[in-house]
């Protein structure tokens, strides 16, 4: 059973808990008023993963860092950290990771999987643009506030290869922007067949 309070500080952050809330490292005083890092059980709860801790080829992968305090969004705002996390290495064999920032992206009105897109398109831009562009207001995210919003990906089951597959499906470019592929209600797509066999119709012969 993994309990956060339980874990060595160099793998608290990024951890599961056997009770599916997150692990977090907080800063805390001690008596001598000397900065002391400790692991606490956050109130943010992970719906497919449970009793995890992350792998050290991940948090290289995706860019994190161990000593992290707290979980927040600011990450995001760096563009070399989201090329990290949007890279195949991580999107397609870190769900722990993927999943976390996936809803702290949601949390601040941004949908990761565009974010990865616009990132690709210009490595240099970053959250704060697709949010200025969306109207969203920029704020961090405490391990209080991030109740995470659920995320607006499909039903996924508890088991880690299909949390994969969903996920890499999610970040791959071929599904980022949804919204735009969609046509305009009420304009049904023409075929090439179809369009090419109707023609102007003429003018109606009277009869006389």
Do not use: W
């Amino acid at each position: 059973e993994i309990i956060c309070e339980d874990l060595p500080n160099d793998v608290c952050a990024f951890a599961i808990a056997s009770s599916g809330k997150r692990c977090l490292l907080e800063t805390a005083l001690e008596k001598n008023e000397k900065e002391e890092y400790q692991c606490r059980t956050s109130e943010v709860m992970v719906e497919r993963m449970a009793e995890y801790i992350e792998n050290d080829d991940c948090v290289r992968a995706c860019g994190v860092d161990r000593n992290s305090i707290g979980i927040s969004s600011d990450s995001l705002l760096e563009p070399q950290f989201t090329s990290k996390l949007c890279a195949p290495a991580c999107c397609h064999n870190c769900p722990n990771i993927v999943d976390l920032f996936f809803n702290l992206a949601a949390g601040e009105g941004v949908f990761l999987p565009d974010l990865c897109e616009a990132q690709r398109i210009n490595p240099r831009s970053s959250m704060v643009e697709l949010m200025s562009s969306s109207g969203a207001a920029l704020g961090p995210i405490s391990s209080e506030a991030s109740a995470l919003a659920p995320s607006p990906t499909p039903p996924i089951t508890s088991e880690v290869p299909d949390s994969n597959e969903a996920l890499a499906s999610i970040l791959s470019p071929s599904s980022i922007s949804s919204e735009a592929s969609t046509p305009s209600p009420g304009l049904a797509p023409i075929s090439s067949e179809a369009s090419s066999s109707t023609s102007s119709p003429g003018p109606t012969p009277l009869l006389g």
